[in-house]
């Protein structure tokens, strides 16, 4: 072989080696570049969907979670959805998360006009709803549906984060809203929550349980102040408070809500919201609403001032869950936000309590499936610079039936066995 024959043949090697070189380096720097991602951003297949560990490396993704923790204890708060409570658990990043969140909503990054249903298992709103005071129908329009859209103050617009640790979180928003008769309502939202302890719950609820069953529990305080240059009446319309729970429904949750039985009032339990709630769905017993709670067919009840008491639940046969909401209920104050869609006759007799089930719409679409609890402040009349703070707790227990017995008689002096029995 000659000197040109032998250079030819070093060259090409020389050109074959780079490339290979080359091709080697780039997928090396693509391997580097997935796993410095793969870091940064969760798995999302850590944790089985239904466990709080899955739902928080999923929030971290697409939101900026805060998450407060003690021990086994988990509550996570959404800054971007209004300080909400998305979710908590008795067990750990391993353990049920006990609120309903909407991923495909969550993940599609897409904003809808009349409400954006991501979910959370309490959530800050603003009643009333419906009558010639809403503040989700504007004047000029009438009740339909296709009228109604939540306010974005409540909806799509983020809360400041105050300050957080991993016992609370503070959220704060001024908000300018007007209602469906032109009343401009301004005020000043200060929201913030607390993780409790296992001493601060028996206290709040006047219990006794062993330590080895296992809880989470947190109490939200949810200021408002008129900040506005008029005072609020009933003449130009008031504002309430409303919080709203969304769970995880199973075939065997039953909805507890204990009521007022020697009172006056014109009705026990509002049934009709959406069509009346058949009797095989909701039961009236010695003192006690019991509903269904499985997410199957859609229905809403309403309890009355009159009636309401401090404390309500539900149970899940199927995982062994006692959940407990406990909210104000003052004494002698029957003014209430009415949310019926139509002009009122009465716009301050409205409900106290509220409880929903999910269910296919007539399309056979559905939004969840979840219930919901919901509680509401009495109508607020503040003055120019006057403050209002309305107080829940939301508390689960999980663990054996023989336990979870003993927190349902002690909370609603009823049995499990009766609870599981209604239907």
Same mark, same amino acid.
């Given at each position: 072989?000659?000197?040109?024959?032998?250079?030819?043949?070093?060259?090409?090697?020389?050109?074959?080696?780079?490339?290979?070189?080359?091709?080697?380096?780039?997928?090396?720097?693509?391997?580097?570049?997935?796993?410095?991602?793969?870091?940064? =951003?969760?798995?999302?297949?850590?944790?089985?969907?239904?466990?709080?560990?899955?739902?928080?490396?999923?929030?971290?993704?697409?939101?900026?979670?805060?998450?407060?923790?003690?021990?086994?204890?988990?509550?996570?708060?959404?800054?971007?959805?209004?300080?909400?409570?998305?979710?908590?658990?008795?067990?750990?990043?391993?353990?049920?998360?006990?609120?309903?969140?909407?991923?495909?909503?969550?993940?599609?990054?897409?904003?809808?006009?009349?409400?954006?249903?991501?979910?959370?298992?309490?959530?800050?709103?603003? *009643?009333?709803?419906?009558?010639?005071?809403?503040?989700?129908?504007?004047?000029?329009?009438?009740?339909?549906?296709?009228?109604?859209?939540?306010?974005?103050?409540?909806?799509?617009?983020?809360?400041?984060?105050?300050?957080?640790?991993?016992?609370?979180?503070?959220?704060? +928003?001024?908000?300018?809203?007007?209602?469906?008769?032109?009343?401009?309502?301004?005020?000043?939202?200060?929201?913030?929550?607390?993780?409790?302890?296992?001493?601060?719950?028996?206290?709040?609820?006047?219990?006794?349980? =062993?330590?080895?069953?296992?809880?989470?529990?947190?109490?939200?305080?949810?200021?408002?102040?008129?900040?506005?240059?008029?005072?609020?009446?009933?003449?130009?319309?008031?504002?309430?408070?409303?919080?709203?729970?969304?769970?995880?429904?199973?075939?065997?949750?039953?909805?507890?809500?204990?009521?007022? +039985?020697?009172?006056?009032?014109?009705?026990?339990?509002?049934?009709?919201?959406?069509?009346?709630?058949?009797?095989?769905?909701?039961?009236?017993?010695?003192?006690?609403?019991?509903?269904?709670?499985?997410?199957?067919?859609?229905?809403?009840?309403?309890?009355?001032?009159?009636?309401?008491?401090?404390?309500?639940?539900?149970?899940?046969?199927?995982?062994?869950?006692?959940?407990?909401?406990?909210?104000?209920?003052?004494?002698?104050?029957?003014?209430?936000?009415?949310?019926?869609?139509?002009?009122?006759?009465?716009?301050?007799?409205?409900?106290?309590?509220?409880?929903?089930?999910? *269910?296919?719409?007539?399309?056979?679409?559905?939004?969840?499936?979840?219930?919901?609890?919901?509680?509401?402040?009495?109508?607020?009349?503040?003055?120019?610079?006057?403050?209002?703070?309305?107080?829940?707790?939301?508390?689960?227990?999980?663990?054996?039936?023989?336990?979870?017995?003993?927190?349902?008689?002690?909370?609603?002096?009823?049995?499990?066995?009766?609870?599981?029995?209604?239907?």
């Amino acid at each position: 072989m000659n000197k040109k024959s032998k250079l030819t043949r070093f060259g090409i090697f020389n050109i074959e080696f780079w490339k290979f070189f080359g091709i080697w380096c780039l997928l090396f720097g693509i391997l580097i570049s997935c796993n410095i991602k793969s870091k940064n =951003q969760p798995a999302m297949n850590s944790f089985k969907k239904g466990s709080y560990g899955y739902d928080l490396q999923f929030l971290k993704k697409y939101k900026n979670p805060v998450e407060l923790k003690s021990g086994n204890a988990r509550v996570l708060l959404s800054p971007e959805y209004q300080g909400r409570v998305m979710t908590s658990s008795a067990a750990g990043e391993k353990g049920l998360s006990y609120g309903w969140i909407n991923h495909d909503l969550i993940a599609s990054g897409e904003v809808l006009k009349q409400i954006n249903p991501v979910g959370g298992e309490e959530r800050f709103w603003l *009643g009333p709803e419906g009558g010639q005071f809403s503040v989700f129908f504007k004047d000029g329009k009438g009740f339909d549906f296709a009228d109604w859209e939540t306010p974005a103050c409540i909806d799509t617009e983020a809360f400041e984060l105050l300050s957080s640790n991993d016992k609370s979180a503070e959220f704060a +928003k001024s908000i300018q809203i007007k209602n469906f008769s032109n009343f401009e309502f301004s005020f000043d939202v200060n929201r913030k929550i607390i993780l409790l302890e296992n001493e601060e719950i028996k206290n709040q609820l006047n219990v006794v349980f =062993q330590d080895d069953i296992k809880t989470v529990g947190y109490e939200t305080s949810n200021r408002l102040k008129n900040t506005g240059t008029t005072d609020w009446k009933k003449e130009t319309g008031l504002l309430s408070v409303w919080l709203l729970g969304m769970y995880n429904p199973s075939d065997e949750v039953t909805i507890i809500i204990p009521f007022k +039985k020697d009172v006056e009032s014109d009705y026990i339990v509002k049934d009709d919201y959406f069509g009346k709630v058949p009797i095989d769905r909701l039961v009236v017993k010695d003192g006690i609403l019991y509903f269904k709670g499985d997410g199957k067919q859609r229905g809403k009840i309403g309890i009355p001032p009159q009636r309401a008491m401090a404390v309500i639940g539900s149970y899940d046969a199927i995982n062994k869950v006692l959940t407990v909401v406990k909210c104000e209920i003052p004494e002698s104050i029957t003014d209430y936000v009415n949310s019926a869609w139509e002009i009122q006759e009465y716009p301050f007799n409205g409900d106290a309590i509220n409880s929903y089930n999910d *269910g296919p719409l007539e399309d056979g679409s559905q939004m969840g499936p979840f219930y919901e609890l919901e509680t509401s402040s009495h109508a607020l009349s503040l003055k120019v610079g006057e403050k209002y703070t309305y107080k829940q707790s939301t508390f689960h227990f999980e663990g054996t039936e023989e336990q979870l017995n003993s927190l349902c008689q002690q909370i609603f002096d009823v049995s499990l066995n009766e609870v599981k029995a209604i239907f």
